[in-house]
């Protein structure tokens, strides 16, 4: 690759995506230069070789200082709440972070930005089949989450093309996987259900992908996309009901939770953020999450695996995987 010398900068490199990604850059024998906020633990990245640069994603400066020469910029960092009271923090990151991303790719030189966008950037099917990168996106001002996501894609795909800058968006679905060390919210879903601590739960179609086909994901949209794209990263898609289920089943602790209409998600959140408020911790279901669990249809990967040539593992393989996991990490009773 030309430019082998120069280093690739991730940010979000921390977190479980970013994570997966960096070992997979390492694995190809690249140079890794991470963005790290100050005070975040970063001793694994230390022990991968990475050069570690104090600094955060809104701070534009620090930003481009840390891409100095980078090759390409992974921009992962990313904030996920469904809180009301999180939507300046929800702009802050996921909108001018974004935006300084651009510029510091840009100042760099760099050759690409891949941005970490999300499936909640992607429009919803209200008849609840197959959404893909072409759906059409129907503005909701109450989905902070998805909003800013949103955003945050147009702010990086209108600057592909400028001063020689190839900006490519990838969409992951619901991540799963090993190495998930925090846990993931994901993770922390797949724990609950092992354990049989989920007795209930929506029917909600929903989309899932591996961890480590989502770090090659990145990898492939900065080797083989045009770019001014971006490309859905699903492996599969399971009704939560099923999928609790399968979860259940890998864990040896077979079970099957009861059924929630959908329709009833929106009184439940509502008396979930007020017990919540009274008792001062974070609410079990928020309004914003049954908002969402509206806006049905899986997730159509086929622009990724033709265009990129990504090739998933099958979802049942995950969910054994992690399981099998968080129970070796003694994460899981």
């Not at 891409?67 to 009271?85: D, I, K, P, T, Y």
């Amino acid at each position: 690759m030309p430019g082998d010398d120069k280093p690739d900068l991730v940010t979000g490199a921390t977190g479980f995506v970013g994570s997966h990604l960096v070992r997979a850059l390492v694995a190809r024998g690249r140079p890794v230069r991470a963005l790290v906020r100050p005070g975040t633990d970063a001793a694994e990245l230390g022990r991968l070789g990475v050069e570690v640069v104090p600094g955060d994603v809104t701070d534009r400066d620090a930003y481009e200082a840390a891409a100095h020469r980078a090759l390409r910029v992974f921009h992962v960092a990313g904030f996920v709440s469904f809180l009301a009271e999180e939507r300046k923090r929800l702009e802050s990151v996921n909108v001018e972070g974004v935006r300084n991303a651009v510029r510091a790719a840009r100042s760099a030189k760099a050759s690409v930005l891949v941005v970490t966008s999300s499936v909640a950037a992607v429009g919803g099917s209200p008849t609840g089949g197959e959404v893909d990168e072409a759906t059409p996106w129907t503005p909701d001002p109450r989905l902070g989450y998805a909003t800013t996501k949103h955003e945050g894609e147009a702010v990086a795909l209108a600057a592909h093309g400028k001063g020689g800058l190839r900006v490519v968006c990838v969409n992951p679905s619901i991540v799963l996987g090993p190495e998930d060390p925090r846990p993931s919210a994901g993770g922390d879903y797949v724990i609950r259900a092992a354990e049989g601590r989920i007795p209930v739960c929506a029917s909600m179609l929903q989309s899932f992908v591996d961890v480590r086909d989502a770090a090659e994901g990145h990898l492939l949209a900065a080797e083989r996309s045009p770019g001014g794209k971006r490309y859905i990263l699903s492996g599969g898609s399971m009704r939560m009901r099923e999928f609790v289920a399968a979860v259940r089943e890998a864990a040896g602790n077979p079970g099957r939770p009861l059924p929630i209409p959908t329709l009833l998600l929106p009184p439940l959140a509502l008396a979930a953020e007020w017990w919540a408020g009274k008792r001062g911790t974070a609410p079990a279901l928020t309004l914003e999450q049954a908002r969402m669990a509206g806006r049905k249809g899986a997730f159509n990967a086929a622009l990724a695996r033709r265009e990129l040539g990504w090739s998933p593992r099958p979802l049942a393989e995950t969910i054994r995987e992690t399981v099998a996991w968080f129970r070796g990490a003694g994460m899981m009773g």
